[in-house]
């Protein structure tokens, strides 16, 4: 009996300590307000050239007949690539049963959940009549991409929500009586969100089947996301899309991009909200090796991209394959394959760059390859159709973004940043129950 109360004693303890440490970065302080007061000045000059865009029409972008997609879609393709790091680290490693990924599991689901609700906005900034947005709807046929595209994103969104809420709950009922000082809004919110949380068993083992539910729902999910989005591309015959690895080729490519995002997140939180003694040099060690995996197997993808159709070399291959190699693309191409893949995977090898600072710069280098990489797939093939291009404007031939098309793709990229940044000062970016137990009586106050 005196153990089972010293043992009860020394959890309390450990729950007090640990959660002064993770709610401490919880709330609005000065360098929180001057951050978000930059984003919100960018944000508004975004709003201003999209409402250019609005009034003249997509006109004032880059875009014309023949390349009608361009930044905008290669941003789309990015964002729905982040978004899965959610699926990557709650959902396979999760359901694996990896418990190092305690700490950063809501880390990759606040990742999830921003770079998924900013992905459906870019694909309205392609649209030059987005008053006609509910047409997909009202008018929408089955046999097309674009329906399953809309609904797996919609679908995906969902699902990390909840993953994100549900693990949430018992922090929220735990932080609500340890807010003091902090405005009445956040500590009502967190009251009100906590659901009467109170740690009885049967609450767990309800939240535990809820969870459980959705990490099973999140991996198809996930899966159909990006392989739908990659049937976008590869049910046209143009070179360069014409392929049947395209869905699986996406998928590996999502990981890296994913990966890499949680990794500069981490670092961000770690060193900014003093949480190294939760998300440690192990992690970033752990995370350099998935790294190092999903990259492998992505690098595979990206060699059968290329060699099958460069053995065979049909004519319009031929062109798109040298325009990409020694042509306009190719110093972009090989530093995408270079820098932003080749090199850091073997880099990541070596244990010493596994360190948090190493890790930093790797993986900052891994993301910008991977929104490249996705520029590189569109634009290149819409440059070289199969309609003959002879007596047409020179700059309809080739693809340059407008200063008005940059700052909109701009707009969406501190849009998501604004959703991660709030979500990460008003609730705790490292789960309070799992690091300190799930046996703790919480006040019900």
């Known amino acids: 009996m005196n153990s089972v109360k010293n043992q009860y004693k020394l959890n309390k303890n450990k729950l007090e300590s640990i959660s002064e440490d993770i709610l401490r970065p919880v709330g609005f302080n000065i360098k929180f307000h001057i951050w978000m007061a930059i984003l919100s000045v960018c944000l508004i000059v975004c709003f201003y050239f999209y409402a250019i865009q609005l009034r003249e029409g997509l006109i004032v972008t880059g875009m014309r007949d023949y390349v009608s997609w361009g930044m905008y879609i290669a941003n789309f393709v990015f964002f729905v690539a982040a978004s899965l790091v959610g699926m990557l680290i709650t959902g396979v490693l999760g359901l694996i049963g990896y418990s190092w990924i305690?700490?950063?599991?809501?880390?990759?689901?606040?990742?999830?959940?921003?770079?998924?609700?900013?992905?459906?906005?870019?694909?309205?900034?392609?649209?030059?009549?987005?008053?006609?947005?509910?047409?997909?709807?009202?008018?929408?046929?089955?046999?097309?991409?674009?329906?399953?595209?809309?609904?797996?994103?919609?679908?995906?969104?969902?699902?990390?929500?909840?993953?994100?809420?549900?693990?949430?709950?018992?922090?929220?009922?735990?932080?609500?009586?340890?807010?003091?000082?902090h405005p009445q809004w956040l500590r009502s919110t967190y009251r009100l969100l906590s659901l009467r949380w109170t740690n009885k068993p049967e609450q767990f083992a309800t939240m535990f089947k809820g969870i459980r539910i959705l990490i099973i729902l999140v991996i198809p999910t996930a899966f159909a996301i990006h392989t739908v989005t990659s049937w976008l591309f590869a049910v046209n015959s143009r070179p360069g899309w014409d392929s049947t690895i395209f869905g699986p080729y996406f998928l590996t490519g999502a990981?890296?991009?994913?990966?890499?995002?949680?990794?500069?997140?981490?670092?961000?939180?770690?060193?900014?909200?003093?949480?190294?003694?939760?998300?440690?040099?192990?992690?970033?060690?752990?995370?350099?090796?998935?790294?190092?995996l999903v990259s492998i197997v992505y690098l595979y993808f990206n060699i059968n991209e290329f060699l099958v159709p460069a053995y065979k070399l049909k004519a319009a291959d031929s062109i798109h394959i040298k325009t990409l190699f020694t042509g306009h693309y190719s110093i972009m191409f090989w530093s995408v394959q270079l820098l932003g893949l080749v090199i850091p995977t073997i880099l990541l090898i070596i244990k010493k760059a596994r360190k948090p600072l190493p890790m930093l710069f790797i993986s900052i280098f891994m993301l910008a390859g991977s929104w490249l990489k996705r520029y590189i797939i569109v634009v290149p093939t819409m440059e070289h159709p199969y309609l003959p291009k002879q007596f047409v404007p020179g700059e309809w031939m080739i693809y340059k973004p407008t200063l008005t098309e940059t700052f909109i793709t701009l707009?969406?990229?501190?849009?998501?940043l604004f959703i991660i940044s709030v979500l990460s000062k008003i609730f705790p970016v490292v789960p309070i129950w799992e690091m300190a137990g799930e046996n703790q009586e919480v006040e019900n106050k």
């Open 102 to 181: 305690k700490p950063i599991s809501r880390i990759a689901e606040i990742i999830a959940v921003g770079f998924a609700a900013v992905a459906g906005l870019v694909i309205v900034s392609d649209m030059g009549r987005p008053d006609r947005l509910h047409h997909v709807l009202v008018f929408a046929r089955v046999q097309s991409p674009i329906l399953w595209d809309i609904t797996v994103v919609t679908t995906y969104l969902i699902i990390s929500i909840l993953l994100y809420f549900l693990p949430l709950i018992p922090d929220l009922a735990i932080g609500k009586n340890r807010l003091k000082g």
């Open 255 to 292: 990981f890296v991009a994913g990966s890499a995002a949680l990794v500069i997140a981490m670092y961000f939180f770690s060193t900014n909200y003093k949480l190294q003694n939760y998300i440690t040099e192990i992690h970033f060690d752990k995370m350099g090796k998935l790294l190092v």
């Open 411 to 416: 707009g969406s990229v501190i849009l998501v």
